[in-house]
């Protein structure tokens, strides 16, 4: 799987500059990245000011981001082997880049200005923070299931959505690393998620049924960003296990859940929903609609 290393210029950039005003820094590293990824870094004063603030960190955090420099091809052609024995041909629909995040992401897909192209961006520095060790690999698998669900399933502002693209590539990367540890699975961001979430499980279920079909965002984020604001007593992210959950209690196939598309998915989710309220034999306030799965 091919890549672009954005990573190692702006180290080289941050060294060279190391001593200069900051304003001139910052330019640096604009003008180096960019010319390479236009829009990589958003125009405006609070990008200028996290450029800094990276430059000022980058001697102490220059090990970690250096030994994922290192490590990352063979991280991700080793990722990728094992992606392509359960879903054959895989080849990246995006383009991949590696660079410093700002501490801004681990990974994902963005559209950036101009042109609104939509890339894969691996982060080295939030990587150092979180993948330093044998999570790198399952991480990478999970960000590898995205693009290959994004295929079939179109991202939508509902909350079960995003739940269920979560989830999906929770259970995708469970299915592809046997015995994965939660860490691997990305379950103990910023704190173990799975335990947590088990004390408070009908209040989990009960908050998905109410919000199953909200699109303003804001139970999207208590369910599923770090300080989202969680329903008391629910963990930051406990939506990933929810959504992985769910797609167990689907007990069909990752490969045939990631080639649902929203109009069949929605229905598999639902019922998966309602049976996971049925055995925690839970009474909710809303009442969720009942569609059978195919």
């Not at 296990?241 to 998915?265: K, S």
Request: aromatic share 8%; proline share 7%.
């Amino acid at each position: 799987m091919r890549y672009v290393d954005l990573a190692t210029p702006f180290e080289m950039a941050a060294i060279e500059t190391a001593g200069r005003p900051g304003s001139v820094r910052v330019a640096t590293i604009r003008s180096r990245i960019e010319a390479v990824l236009p829009g990589i870094y958003p125009a405006g004063p609070a990008t200028d000011k996290r450029i800094a603030i990276a430059l000022q960190g980058f001697p102490g955090d220059r090990p970690g981001y250096d030994r994922v420099i290192s490590v990352f091809p063979a991280a991700l052609s080793d990722a990728t082997k094992r992606f392509r024995a359960l879903f054959q041909g895989f080849v990246s629909p995006l383009p991949i880049y590696l660079y410093h995040s700002l501490g801004q992401r681990d990974g994902g897909s963005d559209y950036l200005e101009p042109g609104h192209r939509h890339v894969m961006l691996f982060g080295a520095d939030m990587i150092a923070k979180y993948h330093s060790d044998d999570s790198l690999e399952p991480f990478m698998i999970h960000e590898l299931f995205h693009l290959e669900h994004a295929r079939h399933f179109a991202d939508c502002e509902a909350l079960w959505c995003t739940l269920w693209q979560e989830g999906l590539a929770v259970d995708a990367t469970a299915t592809m690393v046997p015995q994965a540890t939660d860490h691997q699975l990305l379950l103990d961001i910023p704190g173990p998620i799975r335990a947590a979430t088990e004390r408070r499980w009908s209040d989990a279920l009960c908050f998905v049924a109410a919000h199953f079909d909200d699109v303003d965002g804001a139970a999207t984020a208590a369910a599923l960003q770090m300080g989202g604001n969680p329903p008391d007593g629910l963990p930051d992210r406990f939506g990933y296990y929810v959504g992985v959950r769910l797609a167990q209690a689907t007990a069909l196939p990752i490969t045939q859940l990631a080639r649902l598309d929203n109009e069949a998915a929605q229905p598999v989710v639902r019922a998966a929903l309602a049976r996971l309220i049925k055995d925690a034999r839970v009474t909710c306030a809303t009442r969720l609609d009942i569609q059978a799965a195919p």
